[in-house]
């Protein structure tokens, strides 16, 4: 079974320009989490999708920030225009539904951008 | 608010060895999970150990193994028979089971196994 799949694994762009990250979940898992991980730290919650609707984005940055899973399986995390301080790994994660849910996350292996 | 703390940014043991990582949370909530995540070099997370809350007994998984202290809310991996694959970021994180699934993160303990 494949994991969740990301890309593209490292994307060095200059400040104002935009960037996009993409991820593919592990089939079935209607839930995807996109999480911001900065240098040496725990992971952090910007957008959390329950198939197509986006049920918790309080987190997300809305000015520069935007995400969607248009038909509930893939999702676009998309950031316009970049600055030095979104330079980080986002992390992408999934869940599968009630009938096998074991609370366990499943990551991808990131997407690290570099903002110059 | 839900909080989880790791109070040891960087640990070293040596290889053979047991060490323990801490990790302190704290929620309202009753029914919950707690985990351990490695992070390796390569920076895919992938999960070492499971709890719930409902369950007493502590955690086992071949050399790791938990210390669950639903009072205390304390939640601590002992790695026994450290080996240098076990070299890496180690995450305690926490969600409610109540359906927000809202996972709850720690800063990580950086481990170094030596040779």
């Known amino acids: 079974e494949a994991g969740v799949v990301q890309s593209p694994r490292y994307k060095i762009i200059e400040k104002k320009q935009p960037v996009a990250f993409w991820c593919n979940p592990i089939s079935g898992h209607n839930t995807l989490y996109w999480y911001l991980q900065n240098l040496g730290q725990g992971p952090e919650l910007l957008i959390r999708y329950e198939n197509e609707e986006a049920v918790d984005d309080s987190q997300l940055p809305k000015d520069r920030f935007s995400a969607e899973r248009l038909k509930g399986v893939d999702s676009t995390l998309k950031i316009q225009p970049a600055e030095l301080g979104d330079s980080a790994v986002y992390l992408c994660?999934?869940?599968?539904?009630?009938?096998?849910?074991?609370?366990?996350?499943?990551f991808g292996e990131g997407s690290r951008l570099t903002v110059l | 608010a839900q909080t989880v703390t790791q109070s040891q940014p960087e640990m070293s043991v040596q290889e053979a060895e047991t060490v323990t990582l801490s990790c302190t949370y704290d929620?309202?909530?009753?029914?919950?999970?707690l985990f351990w995540y490695k992070q390796p070099p390569s920076r895919q997370m992938i999960l070492v150990i499971r709890?719930?809350?409902?369950?007493?007994q502590n955690a086992t998984e071949n050399r790791f193994s938990v210390n669950f202290q639903k009072a205390a809310k304390s939640f601590s991996l002992k790695i026994s028979d450290s080996q240098l694959g076990d070299t890496a970021m180690y995450f305690c994180a926490f969600t409610p089971t109540s359906g927000t699934y809202k996972y709850i993160f720690g800063t990580g303990t950086r481990l170094k196994v030596l040779a």
């Open positions: 709890q719930e809350a409902y369950k007493q």
């Open positions: 929620t309202s909530e009753s029914n919950y999970y």
């Open positions: 994660a999934s869940r599968p539904g009630p009938a096998g849910n074991t609370g366990e996350l499943f």
